[in-house]
Nanobody
C-alpha cells in the first residue's frame, strides 16, 4: 500500500517561489516514478513533472521548464517540486502520484496512487 501526502502549498505573488513536498510512505519508495500534476478549476488534470526510479531521469511540461525542478530527498523519503518565478497561470491544486511503470510517464492514467492535493495560488 502506498500513501502520498503533499505539503508546501500556499499563496504567493507572481515572480515568487514555493517548494512542494510529497512524502511517500511505501516500501522501496525510490523504485517507482513519482510525478506532479496540477488541476485548475474547470480544467483537466495536467502533467507538470516526473522523476524516474532513483534519480535517473526527469521530465517537465513545456510550461514549467526552466522554472520548476523535481528532486528526491532521501532523508525525508519525499519527492519535492521547487517552483520559481511563479505565474498566475500556475495557480491550481497540485497532486503527486506514483506510477508502477518504468521511465517517465506523463498521463494521469499511468499512475495508480495519488495524494490529496495542495493548493497553490499565485496573484498578480
Amino acid at each position: 500500500q502506498v500513501n502520498l501526502v503533499e505539503s508546501g502549498g500556499g499563496s504567493v505573488q507572481a515572480g515568487g517561489s514555493l517548494r512542494l513536498s510529497c512524502a511517500v510512505s511505501a516500501r522501496a519508495w525510490n523504485s517507482y516514478p513519482v510525478g506532479w500534476f496540477r488541476q485548475a478549476p474547470g480544467k483537466e488534470r495536467s502533467f507538470v513533472a516526473v522523476i524516474s526510479r532513483g534519480t535517473t531521469m526527469t521530465l517537465y511540461a513545456d510550461s514549467v521548464k526552466g522554472r520548476f525542478t523535481i528532486s528526491r530527498d532521501f532523508d525525508k523519503n519525499s519527492v519535492d517540486l521547487q517552483m520559481n518565478n511563479l505565474q498566475v497561470d500556475d495557480s491550481a491544486v497540485y497532486y503527486c502520484a506514483r506510477s508502477r511503470l518504468s521511465g517517465t510517464p506523463t498521463r494521469p492514467g499511468q499512475y495508480d496512487s495519488w495524494g490529496q492535493g495542495t493548493q497553490v495560488t499565485v496573484s498578480s
